[in-house]
């Protein structure tokens, strides 16, 4: 249940409605918008009767949510979710948030030089990981804690936030002081015990779809997040497995105005892992971002041709350059800027901006 507060309640009144859910066997969620207080109310004991609740002074609306996820609703939040970084970093809203970097961290020279690239070519945040789940026992398993402490000194070398891959809750508390936010991968989607120790931290979370995972269960996975108190959740898209087999999984474009009509969670987009094939990040890429993604998650290395992990989708510097540069155009940018100019485009002038990038570089999708 969401219960819209009247603008210009007061603090006591706002007090008076969060008393009675609580007496009503209800967890209250508050959120604050622009210009009056949502307040979300999940997990009732008892029957009771929302007209009550509709009588309470400074009430304007009562309204049932009938999805399951309840925090994860638009109807929670109708404005949206803005994730802010600090520095002006934004992830949400106007903004197209770009994390690149290595799949994993290998050494300290590569490290260093994919962020300094990285971040010449517009990105704010190095992704790189130091924990990583491999399908084969025998393969690289990421450096662990000293990979942290690379990514940390080569992010605060070149003014950038981290972001990196938590797999089990005991590694919580020693990843606080290295990454920015945390990352869920596909595998670890559904790994509960994990989600509700994220819901007792303050830091972001960005929380991949698994890949068999329908879009309510991404979100109901988010709720987990969200019912522990962590309200910055942003979800990614990264692809599912189907039958096809040419691409590493099936990027799921749809998902991501889908998921953005449902769910005032920002949302990403993973064209790397999508594909599996660097030939076809940049045009999976150019594709998210038209269809409204808040911003991407793309592997760059110095080196992708002796990468210890995912060298075949990792983008070589110079081409992930020549994206940004793409990106800016259809995200109708300003030359130099990383946010969309004004508010959020429509989807509508995104495809006039496409066609116009595509006009002036003679280049056509694939």
Request: aromatic share 6%; proline share 5%; with cysteine.
């Amino acid at each position: 249940m969401v219960i819209v507060m009247q603008e210009g309640a007061t603090d006591a009144q706002i007090q008076h409605v969060i008393d009675r859910l609580v007496a009503s066997g209800f967890n209250v969620h508050r959120s604050t918008g622009e210009s009056h207080t949502v307040l979300g109310a999940v997990g009732v004991h008892r029957e009771f009767d929302h007209r009550d609740f509709e009588l309470l002074e400074g009430v304007r609306e009562v309204m049932r949510i009938t999805q399951p996820f309840k925090l994860a609703s638009r109807q929670f939040k109708p404005e949206g979710t803005i994730v802010d970084l600090g520095r002006g970093v934004k992830i949400g809203g106007p903004e197209v948030a770009i994390a690149a970097g290595p799949c994993s961290v290998e050494s300290r020279e590569q490290i260093f030089s994919v962020a300094e690239s990285v971040a010449k070519a517009g990105a704010k945040i190095l992704r790189g990981g130091a924990f990583k789940p491999r399908t084969s026992p025998y393969a690289f398993q990421g450096m662990g804690e000293p990979g942290l402490k690379l990514m940390r000194e080569a992010a605060d070398k070149f003014g950038l936030f981290t972001i990196s891959e938590v797999m089990d809750a005991s590694q919580i508390q020693m990843m606080l002081g290295y990454v920015d936010i945390f990352q869920v991968g596909a595998r670890s989607m559904q790994n509960y015990y994990l989600l509700r120790a994220l819901g007792e931290i303050r830091k972001p979370v960005l929380l991949k779809r698994g890949m068999s995972a329908t879009m309510e269960e991404l979100l109901m996975s988010a709720e987990y997040i969200l019912a522990g108190g962590n309200y910055n959740v942003i979800l990614c898209e990264r692809g599912i497995r189907t039958f096809e087999t040419y691409t590493r999984n099936t990027f799921d474009i749809a998902a991501i105005p889908v998921i953005k009509k449902l769910s005032h969670l920002p949302m990403l987009a993973d064209p790397s892992h999508g594909t599996g094939r660097r030939d076809k990040v940049p045009p999976m890429a150019r594709a998210a971002v038209a269809a409204g993604a808040d911003g991407l998650l793309i592997e760059v290395h110095n080196d992708p041709d002796h990468a210890l992990s995912d060298g075949a989708q990792s983008l070589e510097p110079a081409t992930f350059t020549q994206l940004m540069a793409e990106l800016r155009i259809i995200a109708n940018t300003q030359p130099g800027c990383t946010s969309r100019a004004g508010t959020a485009p429509t989807l509508f002038a995104k495809r006039k901006a496409a066609v116009r990038w595509m006009k002036r570089s003679a280049v056509i999708w694939r």
